[in-house]
């Protein structure tokens, strides 16, 4: 996987907290940083409420809508299954 580098500007107090985090996460402050901002836009991303959909693609988006529920196993396990904090 190619990498590139990203720069962030942070006060010294910010700095000396986030190096006290990562050496408690037993990790590299640039894999630190890099773990949790990956962690928060993906949160940023799923929070997202509104959804656009092209109009070229409205048609096959309603036809999808339309389908019949079908059957997941692998869900059905889950579902199943005790909550881990249940065991």
Partial sequence: MATTVLSV???SEERALLEAASDQARTSL????RRKAIDAAESEMLE???VSIP???WEAFEAWTQQ???EIPALRE?????????R
Avoid at 30 to 33: A, D, Y
Avoid at 78 to 86: C, D, E, I
């Fill in 9 to 11: 500007r942070v006060s």
């Fill in 30 to 33: 640039s894999e630190f940083i």
């Fill in 48 to 50: 997202r409420r509104i």
């Fill in 55 to 57: 109009a070229a693609d």
């Fill in 68 to 70: 019949p529920a079908r």
């Fill in 78 to 86: 889950l579902v199943g299954r005790k909550a881990t904090w249940q």
